[in-house]
């Protein structure tokens, strides 16, 4: 499913002062696309995430997709940073979630869970409750969940934001492991340069508030990633090109606090 | 449960039982060497045997059922109260802004107050006892059923919105689970607080109950007998908690 963004701009009201958060984005994103989105805290990343996933309405400006629906599913399921996981539910509960609030019969959701957990390594584990589990564990459960409803697009807000470090270098790698078969459409929001360049297709970076589009960068390296690549000269050239950038971002939003 | 874990609550339940036996042994040789007289404390074997006449006589059985009547019939009728009307305040915001001025007014009333109030109202007998009970133990889980409603992570119903819930899946998927650790902690309170009130009122105006016993062995100076019955309340109290505890464990698994 393809995505596209047309002048986009999204303003509030913070104790009656009028906040721009983001002007006139346009973009688009191609179908089966890893877009990586950086920016400084406060650039209005994670608001970009919620209006393509209609959780908030765009002040002005327009979202519309294009392609043929090839799932059952909704059209976007969000993978949030907290996780978001139903602390009452199992990990097999938390899974089927979508599908049971859309009806899917109880026998097929069933299949589906087990399918998912096989995939995200968590056989054993089906019964648990997301308070028992590591962190990197729930965010695997969190992201089965939003697979599992079978959406055309997901999106992601700095769904490894709160792991460790190695931790999160090893989930990038399955987290590419999975969308290889799935091929869904990702937008993917982080603040970290190395994990933009290592997952996506393209890198947007944003300015700071209010967040435009500063840079499209086109990361030139071959499918599938490797965590080799990180030490790689091409690697170190895009996120080097990346992080001079939104240097200049950074500083300002820094200088502002 | 492996032997290592029995063996563990064994120990555990030994440990928590020190500092009964220890006040016991203080007790008892305290009146036994004569150091405090009988009349201000009686020996806690002559307690024992009082609490002995009054359970084989039947007499403890009589005046404890009908605490516990009592008890049972305001406490649970609180309970669906209060959690129904939480439930209706908490999930609407003109329902709060009308009620909510109405609750912090009433709040601090003590509920006992009311009493003559409620025997005009409603004749003597278990009617007035009753509803105090009903009134004072339905505010804590009435507060505790709108702020489990209102905690709720928006996150989380954010989460369930966009796989698909609709506004009523939200709720009974969502919000009222979400929401049980909270009410339960109401219910602990409203629990607790319907033991110490219907034994305070049945000691004012009850012809029976263990309350109606309590004021009865104080205007006779009868101390083996008070002891003994504040022995029952204290058993009985912790056999309440245990079995909320149970009830707790039964109703929210996924606790920490």
């Not at chain 1, 109880?106 to 056989?123: G, M, P």
Request: glycine residues 8%; aromatic residues 10%; positive net charge.
């Amino acid at each position: 499913m393809k995505i596209v963004l047309d002048s986009i701009c999204k303003e509030f009201f913070s104790r009656g002062l009028r906040v721009e958060a983001l002007k006139s984005i346009s973009l688009e994103v191609e179908d089966s696309e890893f877009l990586t989105v950086l920016g400084p805290s406060g650039s209005g990343k994670s608001t970009l995430l919620f209006i393509i996933g209609g959780i908030e309405k765009a002040s002005s400006g327009e979202v519309s997709f294009h392609g043929e629906r090839r799932s059952s599913g909704p059209m976007s399921a969000m993978v949030w940073q907290q996780y978001a996981l139903f602390p009452w539910r199992t990990v097999k509960e938390n899974i089927i979630f979508g599908n049971e609030v859309r009806g899917i019969p109880k026998h097929e959701r069933n299949s589906l869970a087990d399918r998912f957990i096989e995939l995200i390594q968590l056989k054993g584990f089906e019964n648990h409750y997301p308070h028992e589990l590591s962190g990197g564990m729930q965010q695997r459960v969190a992201l089965a969940r939003s697979l599992c409803n079978d959406p055309e697009i997901l999106l992601m807000d700095e769904p490894l934001a709160a792991l460790d470090a190695q931790t999160r270098t090893l989930m990038q790698i399955e987290l590419l492991k999975i969308w290889s078969q799935f091929q869904k459409t990702v937008v993917y929001v982080t603040h970290s340069i190395e994990e933009a360049v290592l997952l996506g297709d393209r890198v947007v970076i944003l300015t700071s508030r209010p967040g435009q589009i500063k840079e499209m960068i086109k990361v030139e390296l071959e499918r599938p990633r490797t965590l080799d690549m990180m030490r790689s000269q091409a690697f170190h050239k895009i996120s080097d090109l990346a992080w001079s950038s939104i240097q200049d971002e950074l500083l300002k939003t820094s200088s502002k606090k | 449960m492996g032997s290592s874990q029995i063996w563990t609550k064994i120990k555990s339940f030994f440990v928590n039982s020190i500092p009964f036996i220890a006040i016991l042994i203080l007790w008892e040789s305290l009146g036994q060497l004569g150091i405090i007289k009988p009349v201000f404390l009686p020996a806690f074997s002559k307690v024992l045997v009082a609490l002995y006449d009054i359970t084989v006589s039947g007499k403890l059985f009589f005046h404890f059922t009908r605490t516990i009547y009592r008890m049972a019939v305001g406490y649970f009728s609180a309970v669906i109260f209060a959690i129904l009307f939480g439930l209706a305040i908490g999930l609407s915001k003109p329902m709060r802004q009308f009620f909510n001025p109405l609750i912090a007014a009433t709040y601090p009333l003590p509920k006992v107050s009311l009493l003559s109030l409620f025997i005009v109202w409603l004749g003597l007998g278990n009617p007035p006892i009753i509803a105090i009970i009903f009134a004072s133990a339905s505010y804590p889980i009435l507060l505790n059923t709108i702020t489990g409603i209102l905690q709720v992570d928006k996150t989380l119903i954010k989460a369930a919105e966009n796989l698909g819930a609709n506004h009523r899946q939200v709720l009974t998927k969502v919000v009222f689970p979400g929401a049980i650790p909270i009410i339960f902690g109401g219910l602990r309170i409203g629990a607790a607080v319907s033991l110490i009130v219907v034994v305070a009122i049945e000691m004012y105006i009850a012809s029976d109950g263990i309350g109606y016993l309590l004021a009865w062995a104080t205007e006779f100076h009868l101390l083996e007998l008070l002891f003994s019955l504040l022995i029952v309340i204290g058993i009985f109290g912790i056999i309440l908690f245990k079995g909320l505890d149970l009830c707790e464990s039964i109703l929210i698994p996924w606790k920490k």
